[in-house]
Structures are given as C-alpha cells and as structure tokens.
C-alpha cells in the first residue's frame, strides 16, 4: 500500500525556533517528494522538493532532509516566523508513472511571537 | 493568487440534489486533478485529466462524475451524494502529468451534504 505518514499531528514552536516536520514513506520507487504549504481558505502551495538522489535541499529558511535507506524525510524551518503559521503537507509520488501525489496527513504549525 | 480558480466556494446540497463544481486555470496546464480533503484524512487524489483524457480514476464512487471538455476547464458533477462527501474539493493543474511537474492548487470548493 502507499502510504506516507506524517508527524507529528500539530506543532507549536516560538518565534526563531526550528519547526522540523518528518515523513516516512513506504513504497521504495517514489522517486519524487515535495512539500505543500497550506494557508487557512487557500489550496496547498509547492514550498519545497527534493529527489532521492541527494540527501538535503535548501531554499532559505526551508531544508529537506531525506534518508533514503530508512525511507525518511523531513522539513526544517529554520528562524519560524508566525507567518510560517499554517498547514504543511509531505508528499510523494513516481515522477514517471503519472503525476500522482501521495499525501501525508498534514501538520499544522503555530509560530508564537 | 495560482491561476487556478474554482466555484463555487462554498456549496450546501442536499442528498437528493444534483450540482456541479467547476474549475478553471489560466496557466496553459494540459493536466488536471480533482481531490478530496476531508477532516483528519490525507488529501486524496480522486481523477486526473491530462490533455482532455482521463487517465486516472482512483477508484471513486459513481455519484462524482468529472467532465473536460478542454485542458483550461474541469468539472465535477455530483448526485446522490451522502452526508460523508461533505468536504473541501481542490482542483490542481500541471502543466505536463510528468511526476515532477509542480501541481497548482485552486482555493477549493467547501460542499456541505445535508
């Protein structure tokens, strides 16, 4: 079965801190994995993606992490800002069968001033 | 704003209606999806469209029915719907269905089932 699992449900970090979101994924030919941000009354916005063939990604204050031997990836915030507030989803999918995203079940971040 | 819309909105029906969503993107996208976003649920994947064909029906219940009748526009007829298909509805487009095109996301429709 394909599954993602995402944790942890929710997620409460100050303002600075580091917000680290982890995915573990079940089917070894994903070969794709992005993360989704997703704002209250707005659909889910790419952030950030990464392919197994390297082990971090970095675009600002976002980083991915993947492990590919334990089926392993992660976000990391880094400096959370209260407009990091929001809904953030993992994914995956086979990048040539389909575009079709597996979706983890999501955590929503709270960034405290 | 992603170039994507989507009416309407917010939707209330009741099980015996029949009513239809409608999604349009302005991105020059070939692909489209529709998906399920219930509480407590991962988002679920229901049809994809790519290029006016439907390639992927992930084995939805009859009463959703989608229709594109071109690449910029889908709908997704509904009928008989019961209380559990309360949910948000987001429709994407990519512009190829490569798995590694970015898909972009519509603000969704909220539908209620009475």
């Known amino acids: 079965q394909q599954q993602v699992k995402q944790s942890p449900q929710s997620l409460i970090v100050q303002k600075g801190g580091i917000s680290i979101i982890n995915c573990a994924y079940e089917n070894t030919a994903f070969d794709y994995f992005p993360w989704y941000q997703q704002f209250p009354g707005k659909g889910p916005a790419l952030l950030i993606a990464?392919?197994?063939?390297?082990s971090e990604k970095k675009e600002g204050r976002f980083t991915i992490s993947f492990n590919k031997s334990a089926k392993q990836f992660s976000l990391h915030i880094m400096d959370s800002q209260p407009g990091d507030s929001a809904t953030y989803f993992c994914a995956a999918s086979l990048g040539n069968a389909g575009n079709m995203l597996t979706f983890g079940g999501g955590t929503r971040l709270m960034v405290k001033p | 704003e992603t170039g994507v819309t989507q009416t309407p909105r917010h939707l209330v029906m009741g099980m015996t209606n029949k009513k239809s969503l409608k999604c349009e993107q302005h991105l020059g996208h070939n692909a489209m999806y529709w998906y399920k976003q219930s509480a407590k649920k991962p988002l679920e994947l229901m049809f994809v469209?790519?290029?006016?064909?439907?390639?992927e029906n992930n084995s939805v219940p009859s009463r959703f029915s989608p229709e594109c009748p071109n690449s910029s526009h889908l709908f997704l007829h509904l009928h008989t719907l019961q209380p559990e298909d309360s949910a948000l509805y987001l429709c994407?487009?990519?512009?190829?269905?490569?798995?590694?095109?970015?898909?972009?996301f519509g603000p969704g429709t909220r539908l209620t089932v009475l």
């Open positions: 469209y790519n290029f006016k064909e439907q390639t």
């Open positions: 994407a487009s990519s512009r190829t269905n490569s798995g590694f095109d970015t898909q972009y």
């Open positions: 990464i392919r197994p063939d390297v």
